[in-house]
């Protein structure tokens, strides 16, 4: 595993200038704690997202998949309690007008956690501590800060209706569990799965792309029994664990948390969060609750819908089922395989960057190089490009120097560069250079999807 000699100036660095995140909106000055993501990052992405489907969706018979809508009936985010309870304290310096998260204020003051505790508790401790913003200025009294997004619908005033930006993917799935049940006869325990953006007005959004306004969501609602949910949420926890693991994600940098009970959100009787040691601290990388029947619940109190589930072995036995909930963000999960594949080390005199993608999470997983503009260098080159872009993701360069060149790959994390050279139009051989041994091999072109295939292969 990579050498934890990376640091956030460093990641942010090479996610600019190789493409992997820009600064959002940079040519108007930007927008704060947006980010874009550039061709190497969008595919990564995707890379993430779709080795995730595949193995928590397509390869398992007990899972489905659901695309809902962002825009949902402001009745849900009633049900689901997010309208009263998903709120965080907070204060704003009266000189500056910036806005803090008061828990995190104390917290920082006093060491110790506040969760659970009430606003009223909150203003008590701050008046206590006698606690100043960062600036050393006063601060406000703190108030709940609701983090949903509103927006309007309607073209009017007086028509229009405020609905809110889905602040987790999640609600989707429990709104859609009785239309899921019935077009596709599963039976529990099955789950839904969902990849979706949501958004959150978070008071203090930072970290590069570890907390933003806006992310992506990989989330699945697990409908099960009540009786034998700690197996459930165990053997989930091990599925993750393992996930993260196929990905390239560090193990010794990650490490299972139990959550506190006066810490858990309020629809959770028990939350496993798993954690990253970012180099800006421990923090969350993810998340597994058990949410009991809470939301089912309370979706078929508020809509007045039968959301039970009949037993198939016994039509008289019907249940409102609970729900083991593995959550996981694109967002974080991106930054902690950037972070685990940063590799430093130094060759003939000289820095070597090379990030160790797992083969299936690197943007290219080949790059063809012709060893220099010679036309008849593309000649020989192209048609090999073209022989194994079907089959896998396939940069072709033939800009700088062969070893420039080289350094590049290894820095976007490309496991195998393909070079053509003069001895290829005699020979029908090219070289193929290992990321991260550096070794070089001689293979026939013909038989370079076998080698490939071999090599690739997941
Ligand atoms: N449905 C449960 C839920 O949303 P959460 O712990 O609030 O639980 C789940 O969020 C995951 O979503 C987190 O573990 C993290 O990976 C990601 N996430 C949450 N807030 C985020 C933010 N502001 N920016 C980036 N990712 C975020």
Redesign the pocket.
């Known amino acids: 595993m990579a050498e934890t000699n990376v640091t956030m100036e460093k990641i942010v660095a090479l996610a600019k200038q190789r493409g992997f995140v820009y600064p959002g909106s940079a040519i108007y000055g930007g927008l704060a704690n947006s980010w874009d993501f550039g061709p190497l990052g969008a595919q990564m992405r995707m890379n993430i997202k779709t080795d995730w489907w595949k193995r928590f969706v397509e390869s398992r018979p007990d899972m489905v998949g659901l695309d809902g809508a962002i825009l949902m009936n402001p009745r849900v985010w009633e049900a689901s309690g997010h309208v009263a309870g998903f709120s965080d304290p907070l204060v704003e310096d009266v000189k500056t007008h910036k806005r803090y998260r008061a828990d995190h204020l104390i917290e920082e003051a006093t060491g110790e956690s506040v969760d659970g505790w009430s606003l009223d508790q909150i203003a008590g401790k701050l008046k206590e501590l006698e606690l100043k913003s960062p600036e050393g200025n006063a601060l406000t009294e703190p108030k709940a800060f609701n983090l949903m997004f509103e927006t309007a619908i309607g073209k009017t005033e007086e028509s229009k209706a405020n609905v809110y930006l889905r602040?987790?993917?999640?609600q989707a799935i429990f709104v859609n569990f009785k239309h899921v049940l019935d077009s596709t006869r599963k039976r529990i325990p099955f789950g839904i799965a969902q990849i979706g953006k949501?958004f959150?007005n978070?008071i203090t959004?930072g970290n590069f792309?570890?907390?933003?306004?806006e992310?992506e969501?990989m989330?699945i609602e697990y409908f099960i029994e009540e009786e034998g949910w700690e197996a459930h949420i165990e053997k989930w926890a091990d599925d993750m664990e393992a996930w993260a693991e196929s990905i390239g994600i560090d193990g010794d940098r990650l490490h299972r948390l139990e959550v506190p009970e006066e810490s858990l959100?309020h629809y959770s009787k028990r939350t496993i969060d798993f954690e990253f040691a970012f180099p800006f601290g421990t923090k969350?990388?993810?998340?597994l609750?058990y949410r009991t029947d809470f939301d089912l619940g309370n979706h078929q109190e508020h809509s007045g819908e039968n959301l039970r589930y009949v037993d198939p072995n016994d039509n008289t036995r019907k249940i409102v089922p609970h729900v083991v909930?593995p959550?996981?963000?694109v967002?974080?999960?991106l930054l902690a395989v950037l972070l685990s594949a940063y590799d430093e080390e130094e060759v003939n005199g000289d820095k070597r960057v090379v990030m160790r993608f797992k083969p299936h999470m690197a943007p290219y997983q080949i790059a063809v190089l012709p060893l220099s503009k010679k036309e008849e260098l593309q000649a020989g080159a192209r048609p090999v490009f073209e022989a194994l872009a079907p089959h896998w993701r396939v940069d072709y360069d033939e800009t700088q120097s062969i070893g420039k060149r080289y350094r590049r790959q290894d820095e976007i994390g490309t496991p195998y560069c393909v070079t053509v050279d003069f001895d290829s139009l005699e020979d029908k051989a090219v070289t193929i250079r290992d990321r991260d041994t550096m070794e070089q091999v001689r293979v026939p072109i013909a038989e370079l999807e076998r080698w490939f295939a071999e090599k690739l292969s997941i």
Do not use: K, N, V, Y
């Open positions: 602040p987790e993917t999640a949501a959150r978070e959004p792309i570890f907390r933003t306004l992310f969501q989330e959100a969350e990388l993810w998340g609750a909930e959550s996981m963000g967002d974080r999960t």
